[in-house]
């Protein structure tokens, strides 16, 4: 379908059906100092001539450093990536209903489920979720599924030094289910857990590695005290990281049941912050 631009009519109409004078005020929460107000291009341009006046003027930004973290990071992408996501078996794969062009989607899948099972050292991987904070409270669901209890008498145990925005969608998501969560506070000198002495009537540990602090949990023994408890271990991880630290599938004498993370350090763009995706992975044994 061809591009065809509104009318002046028609731009009009839809200006007065969101309550509105003109296209400006659309962007009026933009500060002034931050808008262009006359690009003053010269007229005719071709579009390389246009892309190198454009290249030209960007080169007077100041580049700056991104440390917000909390989940987000920008990370090097490397030139592979995008040479891979742009082969035409994987970025035309969307059409399921079609045999000739599903098989893209196919070989996507897994190969994404082998590379998720290898990292985390466990037996199963979905594919996949909609980002890694939702994708931990649908690992709180599954374990209180699991453990046979709903939020009436089970809850979750939730390490205080677990990403705040991870907290605030659990929060959300299981607090309106009347799921109850309760904090697992950590040493304030050693920025690490500390163990409760009982497990209440938890279905599950949480268990961040790293936590929001950047530092190593001791995964062994926090997986073993909940194994130990009669709990499911849930282990929030870094793919990325996942090739230097040891896989949640061999933590403590068990391993844990479900890993659950952000995949946006696998090598996708910060693009303000989301939505990425999450990947789950569990204990073949858990799988319905």
Same mark, same amino acid.
């Given at each position: 379908?061809?591009?065809?631009?509104?009318?002046?009519?028609?731009?009009?109409?839809?200006?007065?059906?969101?309550?509105?004078?003109?296209?400006?005020?659309?962007?009026?929460?933009?500060?002034?100092?931050?808008?262009?107000?006359?690009?003053?291009?010269?007229?005719?341009?071709?579009?390389?001539?246009?892309? *190198?006046?454009?290249?030209?003027?960007?080169?007077?930004?100041?580049?700056?450093?991104? #440390?917000?973290?909390?989940?987000?990071?920008?990370?090097?992408?490397?030139?592979?990536?995008?040479?891979?996501?742009?082969?035409?078996?994987?970025?035309?794969?969307?059409?399921?209903?079609?045999?000739?062009?599903?098989?893209?989607? %196919?070989?996507?899948?897994?190969?994404?489920?082998?590379?998720?099972?290898?990292?985390?050292?466990?037996?199963?991987?979905?594919?996949?979720?909609?980002?890694?904070?939702?994708?931990?409270?649908?690992?709180?669901?599954?374990?209180?599924?699991?453990?046979?209890?709903?939020?009436?008498? $089970?809850?979750?145990?939730?390490?205080?030094?677990?990403?705040?925005?991870?907290?605030?969608?659990?929060?959300?998501?299981?607090?309106?289910?009347?799921?109850?969560?309760?904090?697992?506070?950590?040493? *304030?000198?050693?920025?690490? %857990?500390?163990?409760?002495?009982?497990?209440?009537?938890?279905?599950?540990?949480?268990?961040?590695?790293?936590?929001?602090?950047?530092?190593?949990?001791?995964?062994?023994?926090?997986?073993?005290?909940?194994?130990?408890?009669?709990?499911?271990?849930?282990?929030?991880?870094?793919?990325?990281?996942?090739? %230097?630290? $040891?896989?949640?599938?061999?933590?403590?004498?068990?391993?844990?049941?479900?890993?659950?993370?952000?995949?946006?350090?696998?090598?996708?763009?910060?693009?303000?912050?989301?939505?990425?995706?999450? #990947?789950?992975?569990?204990? $073949?044994?858990?799988?319905?």
């Amino acid at each position: 379908m061809p591009y065809i631009p509104h009318d002046g009519l028609e731009t009009a109409a839809m200006l007065a059906a969101v309550g509105v004078d003109s296209l400006d005020q659309l962007f009026d929460e933009i500060p002034p100092n931050l808008q262009v107000q006359d690009m003053a291009l010269p007229e005719g341009l071709s579009e390389m001539a246009l892309r *190198r006046e454009l290249e030209g003027r960007a080169l007077s930004n100041a580049p700056l450093r991104c #440390f917000a973290g909390g989940g987000a990071y920008a990370h090097h992408i490397p030139a592979i990536v995008w040479e891979i996501a742009g082969r035409g078996e994987f970025y035309s794969a969307y059409t399921p209903y079609q045999p000739e062009a599903s098989q893209g989607t %196919l070989q996507v899948v897994y190969e994404y489920q082998s590379f998720i099972t290898r990292l985390t050292g466990l037996e199963v991987s979905n594919a996949s979720l909609y980002d890694g904070a939702s994708g931990l409270a649908e690992a709180c669901l599954m374990a209180l599924r699991i453990q046979g209890g709903q939020g009436d008498d $089970k809850s979750i145990l939730v390490p205080e030094n677990l990403l705040p925005g991870w907290r605030r969608v659990l929060d959300s998501i299981l607090g309106l289910q009347q799921i109850r969560l309760v904090t697992v506070p950590y040493d *304030r000198v050693a920025g690490t %857990l500390v163990l409760p002495a009982e497990a209440g009537d938890a279905a599950a540990l949480i268990i961040p590695q790293s936590n929001a602090l950047g530092l190593l949990e001791s995964v062994d023994v926090l997986t073993d005290w909940a194994h130990g408890h009669g709990l499911l271990a849930i282990a929030v991880v870094n793919p990325l990281a996942l090739a %230097l630290l $040891k896989a949640p599938g061999d933590w403590g004498t068990q391993g844990a049941d479900m890993a659950v993370g952000e995949g946006q350090p696998l090598g996708i763009p910060l693009t303000g912050g989301g939505p990425y995706f999450g #990947f789950l992975a569990c204990r $073949k044994a858990h799988v319905r």
